[in-house]
């Protein structure tokens, strides 16, 4: 007789591979994320020997002014930093997207040099130019650039290509009929601009405000350099634990600000979806039309933004040339000869490898990661889980995440201890930092393909991964090479993430950089900054000769 | 209507989408050689029930036999079937021809037997001088033709196609329609093809499976289907059908505003309410008076080219107006205008009476 009942389907080969993964992904992601962030909160409630004390840490926490105040500094200057950067940006991506300026390639160049440096470059610019020696010392008014204006200036400088990639694109988004309808009704430019451009770009402008916001906050790398006395809680959190050793007391100003950075991460979100949902009904592109004081005025504007972001990169690498500054300007490579500080071009070397090893390994992880959670047929439930955990990143600040992996990794009976000190958990720590915008733009680009490619591989009986090497990959190329060049760039600048994590083999440039200016070293600072940015230049032209040769080839079928 | 020979069946095949029941207790047979369309609304089951045959879905109960084995057991690579989506998701990175030998590679045939295959193939589908395209320089029709092409590469047993000809403009479908025919004739493929167009699955298949609601609602040939419908829902999915509400008098006659109208009685015992249905082109105009000729007045007339649809408003169907398909034979009639008063009549034969549902 024939068996009635359900009768579970046998798995394929390919779906029990994709088990097997996706449960590897899981234990990954708790190894990694989840377990290092449950140290890092049972540590906060512990006392010196390890006991649980409960919320008394942070109620000594509360009780400190010194330290309590830094709380209202980090929402200070984020804030000021975010309203500033939303202004300026916004204007550049108007300029950009819905005018008819010349030029516009090369302003979006421009634009993004900020992104190839690390973020202490700017803050060391601002030393050259309004330090006590500084150029233009004089403008500030008596006011010292070592406090909440040097960190602000520099946060401007450093989250300005993040704001205007995202106010771009929703800028890019607006629907010509809206326009067109605006026009009809003879509106004025100016009204069309408040009452059509505006709110459509409203979910852009909520969520780059959101995103400024977190990256400003939770930065360490700015106000450990220009800060001066004025404390944040990212260089609070450096003192606690490096300085005083009080290790509880660093995982609770963590948790600090780990919880508005959530908070707005979550806002973020929430704001993100609404937005997709606007977007569901087909637009028409808008295409600008030329109006010459317009066009003029803010031609003028990104010149002068354009000098703005020349003038700080250009006197990083003058001030890392100069002998003396500022008393003997003559010209010298000396700076680079890192060995005055005892340092040398290792930890430059270290940057490249690490960064290597974590484009790679972080592209290949994190496609493949992307892929199970957009194609496997079952286990939704597991899947979604991942998804979730991917997200999560993004709203964890780098200094909390090193913090966190050196209470986790450096457990004495924690069997994956080895890697601690090691260039491992470098490499680990900074793919988990930037898990998520690499896997968000994995997730869309997978998303575009045709969802029978698997079926019918299968139905050929070819297996998936066989097709994943030959169709998905191939596809996908161009976004492959997309998060290989931004997990690069990153790891190449990051200094919050692995601060707390590199030992005496494994230092990196951009660590280097903030120990240099530590030392007094401002020069060495500057020079190592700029190789970085050297690098990271290489890197992104290869990138482009790459992609507008080899892609082509390789993409013969998208071209036709 | 079991039918131990046959090549496909499903026994008792049920499919929960939580708490959504996509098919329920679906028992079909298809004999070998067959052209067979799945034919419904969307969300009807059609195309779970051609998934689950595919093993891309996974049954909630029941069982599918093929060639006289059970294979929903069997993961879908393990399957007997070719397929060809409404997407046709060809590989946009592969060429035709990589596209339709990518099966053969992994079979492990030698390049000379898969270019001989592949432009047998090619030139089965008539498209042989496009075997260095991509799908994206193809047009829709092409595409079409180059899935298929990759869909029986591998000589299945069993050909099914999702919606094959959705995608495409009127004109081409109807000449696509056609060659699957044609191809059909040829290979002489055991063939499912699920469509929500009834006049795709007329013209084109052998037998036609309709479906709503997850349940089988009738099969038989398209003929059949159209002529003897079983149902309101398939009188009313496949082709146009007027429903005239009455009240069964006695065995052959059914009362209708209180006029009698004969027809064959299927054992109704009177009293009962029943749903007359009559296809337009099955009335006919009548200038006589009596049994069997009811009245309406002419509220729309079309002129359709070969036929005039007359739209009549009647004392019997207070919401709805009846319709009447008369040939155009010969010069254009123009006596009908509206406001006329016209008398027809509904041959017994024609009818289709269904038990109303209290």
């Not at chain 1, 969802?451 to 492959?480: A, D």
């Not at chain 2, 009559?278 to 009811?294: H, M, Y």
Request: glycine residues 6%.
């Amino acid at each position: 007789m024939l068996g009635l009942k359900s009768k579970s389907l046998a798995a394929d080969k390919s779906d029990k591979i994709g088990r097997v993964l996706v449960f590897v992904y899981l234990v990954l992601f708790f190894c990694f994320l989840v377990l290092p962030l449950f140290a890092l909160m049972s540590k906060s409630m512990q006392n010196a020997d390890g006991a649980f004390i409960g919320l008394e840490n942070f109620a000594v926490y509360l009780k400190d002014p010194t330290l309590f105040k830094s709380f209202f500094h980090s929402l200070f200057v984020a804030f000021v930093s975010t309203v500033i950067v939303v202004f300026l940006g916004f204007l550049y991506a108007f300029a950009l997207q819905c005018t008819c300026i010349p030029y516009k390639g090369f302003f979006k160049v421009i634009s993004l040099i900020p992104l190839l440096s690390p973020s202490i470059l700017a803050a060391i610019a601002l030393v050259y130019w309004f330090g006590n020696q500084g150029v233009f010392k004089d403008l500030l008014l008596g006011n010292s650039i070592y406090g909440p204006i040097g960190i602000i200036i520099a946060s401007v400088y450093w989250t300005f290509p993040h704001a205007l990639m995202i106010l771009s694109t929703s800028l890019s988004l607006s629907d010509a009929r809206l326009y067109e309808a605006s026009d009809a009704l003879k509106a004025s430019k100016l009204r069309t601009f408040f009452t059509v451009t505006v709110p459509g770009a409203k979910y852009g402008i909520i969520s780059t405000t959101f995103v400024v916001f977190i990256l400003v906050f939770t930065d360490f790398g700015v106000p450990k350099v220009i800060g001066g006395n004025y404390n944040v809680l990212a260089t609070d959190i450096y003192r606690e634990v490096v300085g005083m050793q009080n290790f509880q007391m660093g995982a609770v100003i963590s948790i600090v600000l780990l919880v508005p950075a959530l908070l707005a991460f979550a806002f973020d979100q929430f704001f993100r979806k609404r937005q997709a949902s606007q977007l569901t009904s087909r637009a028409v592109v808008y295409v600008p039309k030329p109006h010459k004081m317009r066009d003029t005025l803010l031609l003028c504007y990104c010149l002068f933004i354009t000098i703005l972001v020349l003038l700080m990169l250009g006197m990083a690498q003058f001030g890392a040339l100069v002998k003396f500054w500022p008393y003997n300007l003559s010209l010298t490579l000396s700076h680079y000869n890192f060995e005055v500080a005892g340092l040398g071009w290792d930890s430059f070397y270290n940057s490249i490898r690490m960064s290597l090893w974590a484009a790679f390994f972080g592209t290949v992880i994190i496609f493949i990661g992307s892929y199970l959670i957009e194609k496997m047929r079952s286990d939704k439930s597991l899947r979604d889980v991942l998804q979730m955990i991917a997200l999560m990143p993004m709203a964890i600040p780098g200094i909390v995440l090193g913090l966190a992996y050196i209470f986790f990794f450096n457990m004495k009976d924690n069997p994956l201890n080895f890697i601690y000190a090691t260039m491992i958990i470098l490499v680990i720590n900074t793919i988990v930092h930037f898990y998520t915008v690499s896997h968000l733009s994995a997730i869309t680009a997978i998303k575009k393909l045709d969802p029978e490619f698997e079926s019918v591989s299968l139905s050929l009986k070819v297996p998936i991964y066989k097709m994943f090497f030959r169709v998905t990959l191939p596809v996908c190329l161009p976004t492959v090479f997309d998060i290989f060049i931004y997990l690069f760039c990153n790891a190449m600048t990051t200094v919050s993430g692995v601060i707390f994590l590199y030992s005496y083999d494994t230092t990196l440039a951009s660590v280097s950089s903030i120990h240099l200016d530590e030392q007094g070293d401002v020069a060495g600072a500057a020079a190592m900054a700029m190789l970085i940015v050297y690098i990271s230049f290489l890197v992104r032209g290869v990138h482009t000769i790459v992609s507008t040769f080899l892609l082509k080839r390789a993409q013969a079928w998208k071209n036709i | 209507m079991e039918n131990t020979s046959s090549y496909l069946s499903t026994k008792k095949l049920s499919k929960f989408f939580g708490e959504f029941l996509a098919l329920d207790n679906v028992s079909i047979d298809i004999n070998a050689g067959e052209f067979v369309c799945f034919l419904g609304p969307s969300g009807c089951g059609k195309t779970t029930l051609l998934r689950c045959i595919a093993g891309l879905e996974v049954q909630s109960s029941g069982a599918i036999i093929q060639n006289s084995e059970i294979i929903s057991g069997l993961p879908t690579s393990q399957r007997d079937f070719g397929i060809v989506f409404q997407s046709y998701a060809l590989f946009p990175n592969l060429s035709c021809f990589q596209n339709i030998s990518y099966g053969l590679e992994n079979l492990g045939w030698n390049k000379k037997d898969i270019t001989k295959r592949v432009e047998e193939l090619l030139s089965l589908v008539g498209l042989s001088d496009h075997t260095k395209k991509y799908p994206s320089q193809l047009s829709g029709g092409e595409q079409q033709r180059i899935a298929l092409a990759r869909a029986i590469a591998t000589s299945p047993n069993l050909l099914l196609l999702d919606e094959p000809l959705s995608a495409l403009d009127a004109k081409v479908r109807v000449h696509l329609r056609q060659e699957l025919k044609n191809f059909h004739r040829r290979l002489g493929l055991t063939t499912i093809m699920v469509t929500h167009d009834q006049e795709e699955a007329l013209a084109i298949a052998d037998r036609i499976f309709v479906m709503d609601r997850g349940k089988i609602m009738q099969s038989g040939t398209p003929e059949d289907i159209y002529a003897n419908s079983r149902n309101p829902f398939v009188a009313n999915f496949i082709g146009m059908t007027n429903f005239i509400e009455g009240k069964v008098l006695n065995k052959n006659v059914i009362e209708i505003d209180n006029k009698q109208l004969d027809f064959i009685g299927h054992g109704y015992t009177k009293g009962t309410k029943v749903l007359v249905a009559a296809r337009p082109e099955c009335i006919q105009l009548s200038k006589k008076t009596g049994k069997n000729i009811f009245n309406g007045t002419v509220v729309d007339v079309e002129f359709l080219g070969s036929f005039l649809r007359i739209y009549l408003e009647t004392s019997f169907m207070p919401n709805q107006r009846l319709i009447i398909d008369k040939p155009m034979i010969g010069v254009f009639d123009k006596s009908t205008a509206i406001g006329d008063v016209l008398g027809f009549t509904m041959s017994p034969t024609y009818l289709n009476v269904y038990e109303c549902e209290e």
